[in-house]
């Protein structure tokens, strides 16, 4: 069973740059070429899609973090994904949390706008930035 872990979490100013880590466990190195992600989510306010890369490299980021926020995937023995967060907002601040699943969800079918596409979710790791 697919475990899924975030690191690099932590608090900074605005402006400030963050790299978030999705490490996976429990399965083989195919399991990176899937659709992988990021969501978020404030205190009182529904979780949020953040970014997803599919399982030929291509991405997609939700409007308000393009241009300053980066998903790539990670090779090594463990399957991972990483968020680069750059030019950090009071606003991205939130807990953030890795997500994983289809291996046919390509393009924007490996996003927000599909949620089914998710089927294995992280803890969570928490983002603070302040003003």
């Known amino acids: 069973q697919v475990k899924l872990l975030e690191s690099g979490g932590g608090s900074v100013q605005a402006g400030g740059s963050l790299q978030l880590s999705c490490t996976t466990s429990?399965?083989?190195?195919?399991?990176?070429?899937?659709?992988m992600g990021w969501f978020r989510q404030a205190p009182g306010k529904a979780r949020e899609w953040v970014a997803s890369i599919d399982p030929v490299g291509y991405t997609t980021y939700t409007n308000s973090v393009k241009g300053r926020f980066t998903i790539s995937r990670r090779d090594g023995a463990e399957a991972a994904h990483e968020l680069q967060m750059d030019s950090l907002k009071p606003d991205d601040t939130g807990t953030y949390l890795c997500?994983?699943?289809?291996?046919?969800?390509?393009?924007?079918?490996?996003?927000?706008?599909?949620?089914?596409?998710?089927?294995?979710w992280g803890q969570g790791t928490q983002v603070t930035v302040s003003a």
């Open positions: 997500a994983a699943g289809s291996a046919s969800a390509y393009g924007d079918e490996c996003s927000g706008a599909n949620p089914s596409a998710f089927s294995a």
């Open positions: 429990g399965v083989n190195y195919r399991y990176r070429y899937r659709c």
